[in-house]
């Protein structure tokens, strides 16, 4: 089956630390999400590329955050520097966009989430 | 007004019940629906997805689209224990850069 990978699953660290977090998308998919969650907030999205290109990232906060696809098989969320109130679950998903139209949108797919700590 | 509304529950249902989840969306013009499980410390999982108006069935699993009336439901027949988790709504249309749209989920309980 394939999946999406995310690394690291588990990260603590202290406040003002840089953190990055990878992503590798399903072979052949051409969009990939980055999402957080929280009890309080949701699923919120925070970027979003379509075939390495960003598309939207108007949910993330531009003065900490930064997220890059460098090729097809990566994508990464940094963080720099952190703060206690980016604790969260960050889950990065990868779907197929396919021309225009009602099917033009393919499920998404969830890896198993990077649970961030910062202290 | 939020682009996908659900009722965040909780919803309790005893076992062999139908449980019945509901999801409401503001763009009439939204395209694509699916309905995703998130058991509690785990990653969303895709249950179903529905494109056209009407019913699409999966094993127990019924999802009921309405454009008109702008909702999407989710039906779980013979509902049992290990169905108990969080459901999450999504969205997306082309009209809107084919963004997915959550809802913040209803968790269901299924009781023994």
């Known amino acids: 089956d394939a999946r999406v990978t995310q690394t690291p699953r588990h990260k603590v660290t202290e406040m003002g630390q840089e953190v990055t977090m990878r992503c590798q998308p399903i072979?052949?998919?051409?969009?990939v999400f980055w999402y957080r969650q929280t009890m309080m907030q949701g699923l919120e999205l925070l970027a979003y590329?379509?075939?390495?290109?960003?598309?939207?990232d108007s949910g993330m906060p531009k003065d900490r955050f930064s997220a890059e696809m460098p090729d097809a098989t990566l994508a990464t969320l940094k963080i720099q520097p952190s703060e206690p109130r980016d604790s969260a679950v960050y889950f990065c998903a990868s779907g197929l966009t396919v021309g225009t139209g009602i099917y033009s949108n393919q499920p998404q797919h969830f890896g198993d989430g990077t649970r961030l700590s910062i202290l | 007004q939020k682009e996908v509304e659900q009722n965040s529950g909780p919803l309790s249902v005893p076992e062999g019940a139908i449980a019945s989840l509901n999801c409401t969306y503001s763009d009439r013009g939204s395209q694509s629906f699916f309905w995703y499980r998130q058991y509690s410390g785990k990653s969303p999982e895709l249950i179903m997805f529905i494109y056209s108006n009407g019913d699409k069935e999966d094993g127990r699993f019924t999802a009921q689209l309405n454009k008109a009336s702008q909702y999407v439901s989710l039906l779980i027949r013979d509902s049992q224990p290990s169905d108990s988790a969080t459901y999450l709504c999504a969205v997306t249309s082309s009209n809107t850069g084919n963004q997915f749209y959550f809802g913040t989920g209803t968790s269901l309980t299924v009781i023994p």
């Open positions: 072979l052949g998919h051409n969009t």
């Open positions: 590329f379509r075939n390495r290109a960003p598309l939207d």
